[in-house]
């Protein structure tokens, strides 16, 4: 079955979301934390992000954008590390330091190879305005933007593969997930997305990530732009 529109994960697969995080949260907190480990602290701050989304996905409460979780998980991140004397305004800012991440190098081009045969949209956690605070920064163009905002929910629950089939009208094998997260890429499988999965083994920065799926995929990549080139892109 031919492929005909990519949907893609963004934090760790488009975007560099721990050295983006560290950098604004470095320069923000300066004035009250001068020593801070903002490498530890924006590990600290996501690994906060599945417990939030969870009491979404779990129906405990309604659906909240990621801005939101983010912001309320912050003063626990905050105070885990002892910084104190954060006004509002800062906290604020430091929500929007998601919004000012960098894509990793090959991305742009990549995306633009990928477009001339695909429709591409982002299927991310993210909602509409951090996808198009992201696109803008970083120069990707996308054709819709999927993902939480759209189906009002958090992956890896079914509407975010279902709902990213429908938009496009495409059977689900011609729709690929594209991830550097093997568990996301298996819950699109299940529905009965093609799958690709894209190394990013600096993502946790001295953590790692991912180097290779450990599920079976439809395309193992080392980046995006080595998609493309399986792609026939």
Not at 48 to 55: D, G, Q, W
Not at 153 to 173: E, I, M, Q, S, T
Not at 194 to 222: D, F, K, N, Q
């Amino acid at each position: 079955m031919t492929v005909r529109a990519l949907v893609f994960d963004v934090f760790g697969t488009l975007v560099d979301w721990r050295s983006g995080v560290a950098r604004e949260a470095g320069r923000l907190l300066a004035p009250v934390a001068p020593n801070l480990d903002a490498g530890a602290f924006a590990d600290a701050w996501r690994a906060r992000y599945n417990p939030s989304m969870e009491t979404v996905r779990s129906g405990a409460r309604p659906f909240v954008d990621l801005d939101t979780l983010q912001a309320e998980s912050l003063p626990d991140v905050l105070a885990q590390f002892g910084v104190t004397g954060v006004s509002e305004a800062v906290q604020r800012e430091l929500v929007q330091a998601w919004h000012r991440l960098d894509a990793w190098p090959e991305v742009p081009d990549a995306l633009r190879r990928l477009r001339e045969k695909h429709l591409l949209a982002p299927n991310s956690n993210g909602h509409v305005r951090l996808m198009v605070d992201l696109a803008r920064r970083n120069g990707l163009i996308f054709d819709a933007i999927l993902g939480a905002g759209y189906s009002r929910d958090y992956k890896p629950k079914p509407a975010l593969y279902r709902d990213a089939v429908a938009a496009f009208g495409f059977a689900a094998g011609e729709t690929m997930m594209v991830a550097a997260h093997s568990n996301d890429l298996a819950a699109a499988a299940s529905h009965g997305l093609s799958t690709a999965h894209i190394a990013r083994p600096h993502e946790h920065g001295p953590a790692g990530g991912e180097t290779a799926p450990t599920v079976p995929v439809t395309h193992a990549a080392l980046d995006l732009a080595d998609l493309a080139d399986q792609l026939g892109c």
